[in-house]
T-cell receptor, first 114, second 114 residues
Framework: GNSVTQMEGPVTLSEEAFLTINCTYT??????LFWYVQYPGEGLQLLLK?????DKGSNKGFEATYRKETTSFHLEKGSVQVSDSAVYFC?????????????FGTGTRLQVFP | DGGITQSPKYLFRKEGQNVTLSCEQN?????MYWYRQDPGQGLRLIYY???????QKGDIAEGYSVSREKKESFPLTVTSAQKNPTAFYLC?????????????FGPGTRLTVL
C-alpha cells in the first residue's frame, strides 16, 4: 500500500544547529511529496514540495530532495531558530480510486532552545 | 485575502448531540477535504468533495456527514454516532488540477465532548 514513515520525535536542538528529519515512503508509481509544518494550535502550512524524482524543494532555509532510489524525502536546515519549533509532517500525494489523496506521516515535533 | 476559514475555533459538545463545523474558502478551489487529527498521529481523511453536489467517504467516515451545496462551503456534521469525537478537525482545499497540486489548510476546529 501507500504509506509515509517519519522519524519519531521530539527532536531537540540548540539554536543554529543542523536539522535533519527523516522521511521515507512506500508507493507505486511516482507520487508527489510534501512537507507541511504545524505551529501550536494552528492548521498545517505547506513548507515545500517536489513533484518528480531528483527535484529539490526549498523554502525559508529548509530543503528536501526527492530520492526515488532510496524512496526518501528527508527535511534539512542548516541553522535552526527557536521560531522553527513546530510539528513537521511528511506527506505523499497520488491518485487513489480516481481521486487525489494526501497520505501523511505521524509528524515529528521539533523543539529548538536558545 | 484569499484563504480558508473554519469556525468555531473551539467547540464543546455534550454526549448525544450533533454539531456542525464550518469550512469556507474563497480560493475558487474545486476540491475540499475534512481531516481529523488526534494527538501524536497524522491526519486521517474523513470526507472529500471534488465538485459541488458530490462527495465521497474517506478512511474514517463513520459517524460523520457532509454537504457540498456551494463551491465555497463544505460543512462537517459530527453526529452522536461518532464514538470518540474529541479531536482537532482540519479542512483543506485544492484545485482540481491533479495530485501534484497543493492542499491548503484552514486553522482548524478543536472539538471537545464533555
Amino acid at each position: 500500500g501507500n504509506s509515509v514513515t517519519q522519524m519519531e520525535g521530539p527532536v531537540t536542538l540548540s539554536e543554529e544547529a543542523f536539522l535533519t528529519i527523516n522521511c521515507t515512503y512506500t508507493a507505486t508509481g511516482y507520487p508527489s511529496l510534501f512537507w507541511y509544518v504545524q505551529y501550536p494550535g494552528e492548521g498545517l502550512q505547506l513548507l515545500l514540495k517536489a513533484t518528480k524524482a531528483d527535484d529539490k524543494g526549498s523554502n525559508k532555509g529548509f530543503e528536501a530532495t526527492y530520492r526515488k532510489e532510496t524512496t526518501s524525502f528527508h527535511l534539512e536546515k542548516g541553522s535552526v531558530q527557536v521560531s522553527d519549533s513546530a510539528v513537521y509532517f511528511c506527506a505523499l500525494s497520488r491518485v487513489l480510486n480516481n481521486t487525489d489523496k494526501l497520505i501523511f506521516g505521524t509528524g515529528t515535533r521539533l523543539q529548538v532552545f536558545p | 485575502d484569499g484563504g480558508i476559514t473554519q469556525s468555531p475555533k473551539y467547540l464543546f459538545r455534550k454526549e448525544g448531540q450533533n454539531v456542525t463545523l464550518s469550512c469556507e474558502q474563497n480560493l475558487n478551489h474545486d476540491a475540499m477535504y475534512w481531516y481529523r487529527q488526534d494527538p501524536g498521529q497524522g491526519l486521517r481523511l474523513i470526507y472529500y468533495s471534488q465538485i459541488v453536489n458530490d462527495f465521497q467517504k474517506g478512511d474514517i467516515a463513520e459517524g460523520y456527514s457532509v454537504s457540498r451545496e456551494k463551491k465555497e462551503s463544505f460543512p462537517l456534521t459530527v453526529t452522536s454516532a461518532q464514538k470518540n469525537p474529541t479531536a482537532f478537525y482540519l479542512c483543506a482545499s485544492k484545485t482540481s488540477g491533479g495530485y501534484t497540486d497543493t492542499q491548503y489548510f484552514g486553522p482548524g476546529t478543536r472539538l471537545t465532548v464533555l
